[in-house]
């Protein structure tokens, strides 16, 4: 493909992304494919001779759509949102085309300087303390890492690495084997599986700290196991907190939290995965409260800010602990500023040595929307989770079991777990809406999370009036729901319920 192809082929892939996105309301949200099933529809081995474009474009229909899950279809509800922003797939044409590898500031000093002014910039944007803030010559600053997973566990390495070198200083008897094996780490028993595989990496135990009422951490729990942990031996190092939990989205109490790990000399991590974009607008700001006792703080514009995966924001209050844990300086990756104190080298703020010019998404986004309307986007999503909450309530066979902050609701059917099972599996098998699970204190719970950037109120009334359908169909089959005659109440042991002239006895036990 020369550059005059390209111009034309990339005008048609340009026209067949936005009548993908145009269109996305009109596929069905979910697949119906079985594993296995591409592997049966493509040669086993590459072609021996250049195939053609059209060839290729057909075959995308044909094999790769009906494989996909619509994760930007304004009837996708599951997990939480993955941003997509048409500014940012342009930036991220621009970064292939430049194709930089951008390790270091000489490796392409724009791909490194842009960097640091965007993360400065959504610093700005989210108040964070002036600390984290690269500026003319800060201390701290921030980078872009892949995912909050690795956030995490640059985080944890960091600490990991800081508090050996402090104890073999005062200790230099110790080994580092010796301390590791005392070492703990914390989290919420909330948090995201993510830590605890941090913590596997890391070589380090964590342990986690029961949430309270609303599946929060508190100062007393993680108090306590402190100071158990350190009358049996152990070495406290590393605490994370987080903002927006996966399940529920609660809010682990930082303004509590973050004093003990001051006075304790923890490393305090605070990650804010999906909860974090929000804090750009000044009614939600409070949520981020205590973040200055923080020594790392990690967010995703990738998942609620509009700039394309992958774009994790995390920033340090010191850059010399990522860059005295990761700094490595072989012969051919030197280069004559290094030592300058004017340059930054990402390279030594991260686990991979490669790193793509992901800062253009954040650059062309945050000109082409403004903060003003990305607050708009965020407030839009949060009204609709709010409606959403307010039609489950209106529905006494349903209950709403966390508090909703943000854009994602918890809800339940009164009842087993197994009916709550049952009513979930047939929602998904319908394939009119996606929507996926949680455990909270044992009970089985169904997520609602507002994702696509086109969802509209209608889409949620409509998702809500499939929901009601299939909770109907659930309640119907044996053993869950029996129809009786006509009447609001029958007996002391269950309620009748009306939808559509059709009344149901839900057996309460």
Known sequence: MNASEFRRRGKEMVDYVADYLEGIEGRQVFPDVD????????????????????????????????????????????????????????????????????????????????????MDWLGKMLQLPEAFLAGEAGEGGGVIQGTASEATLVALLAARTKVTRRLQAASPELTQAAVMEKLVAYASDQAHSSVERAGLIGGVRLKA????????????ALQEALERDKAAGLIPFFVVATLGTTSCCSFDNLLEVGPICHEEGLWLHVDAAYAGSAFICP????????????????????????????????????RTDLTGAFRLDPVYLRHSHQDS?????????????????????????????????????????????????????????FEICAEVT?????????????????????????????LVPCSLRDQFVLRFAICSRTVELAHVQE????????????????????AVPSAEKVGDCCVVLKKSEVKYCIEFT
């Not at 296995?36 to 072609?47: D, K, Q, S, V």
């Not at 229909?61 to 797939?89: N, R």
């Not at 004017?342 to 686990?351: M, V």
């Not at 998702?463 to 053993?479: D, S």
Request: glycine share 6%; aromatic share 12%; net charge positive.
């Open 209 to 220: 700290i029961p949430s309270d009422e609303k599946f929060a951490m508190r100062a007393s």
């Open 35 to 118: 594993p296995g099933y591409l592997r049966r529809l493509i040669p086993t081995t590459a072609p021996q001779e250049p195939e053609t474009f059209e060839d290729i474009i057909k075959d995308v229909e044909k094999i790769i759509m009906p494989g996909v899950t619509h994760w930007h279809s304004p009837y996708f509800f599951a997990y939480f949102p993955t941003a997509s922003s048409y500014p940012a797939m342009l930036a991220d044409m621009l970064c292939g085309a430049i194709g930089c590898i951008g390790f270091s500031w000489a490796a392409s000093p724009a791909c490194t300087e842009l960097e640091t002014v965007m």
């Open 406 to 434: 943000l854009g994602l609701v918890c809800f339940r059917l009164k009842g087993s777990n197994k009916l709550n099972e049952a009513l979930l599996e047939s929602i998904n098998s319908a394939k009119r809406i996606h």
């Open 463 to 482: 998702a809500w009036e499939h929901i009601q359908e299939m909770a109907a169909k659930v309640l119907r089959a044996p053993g869950e729901g029996t």
């Open 341 to 397: 104190g004017l340059i930054t080298d990402y390279r030594h703020w991260q686990l991979p040595l490669g790193r793509r010019f992901r800062s253009l998404k954040m650059w062309f986004v945050f000109r082409m929307y403004g903060v003003k309307g990305l607050q708009a986007y965020i407030r839009k999503h949060v009204q609709l989770s709010h409606a959403f909450e307010a039609l489950v309530r209106q529905d006494t066979r």
């Open 283 to 318: 009614e939600f700001r409070h949520l981020l409260n205590g973040v200055e006792f923080a020594d790392s703080f990690n967010f995703n514009p990738h998942k609620w800010l509009l700039v394309n995966f992958d774009c994790s924001a995390m920033w340090v209050r010191k």
